[in-house]
């Protein structure tokens, strides 16, 4: 198996109302987050990256329409948790996360991708903040509202 591009995309998914979707690992049962996923191919544009993890994790489809993706134009270099680094380069400790947001309606169908995750819930945004395990998931949750305005 290749390993793992070490940039990636976070795609926080809200309501008007700033409900926001999480859904738990399947991989480490108790752990919430947003959608996440890493390039497929160095070249890949991120908002192509955005969009496929977007319906690969939830089956929400970003139209261009009526929901549309939105890049924060806001990246965050993390460290790479140990139990993960085996999916990347030898030596590869830290990663590059570009954050995104979609508006959705409440009532979108949510299919999960049960290989990776097992539940989801709708929260409001400090409640979604407060129960995600990531520190830059929370972050840009806690942003939401700023960045939603500007929508």
């Not at 995309?9 to 108790?30: F, K, M, N, S």
């Not at 709708?122 to 305005?149: G, R, T, V």
């Amino acid at each position: 198996m290749p390993h793992k591009i070490p940039e990636s995309v976070l795609v926080v998914i809200h309501t008007p109302a700033l409900e926001v979707l999480l859904i738990e690992r399947a991989d480490r049962p108790g752990f919430w987050q947003s959608v996440t996923g890493s390039l497929d191919a160095p070249d890949e544009a991120l908002i192509d990256t955005a969009t496929r993890e977007l319906f690969e994790e939830t089956g929400i489809i970003a139209d261009g329409a009526g929901i549309v993706l939105r890049d924060w134009g806001l990246s965050n270099i993390y460290e790479i948790y140990p139990v993960w680094r085996h999916r990347y380069a030898p030596g590869v400790t830290h990663n590059t996360e570009h954050v995104f947001s979609v508006c959705v309606p409440r009532d979108a169908a949510v299919t999960l991708s049960p290989r990776e995750h097992l539940n989801y819930a709708w929260l409001p945004y400090l409640d979604a903040a407060d129960s995600c395990f990531s520190s830059s998931n929370a972050e840009a949750i806690l942003q939401l509202p700023n960045h939603f305005k500007a929508e």
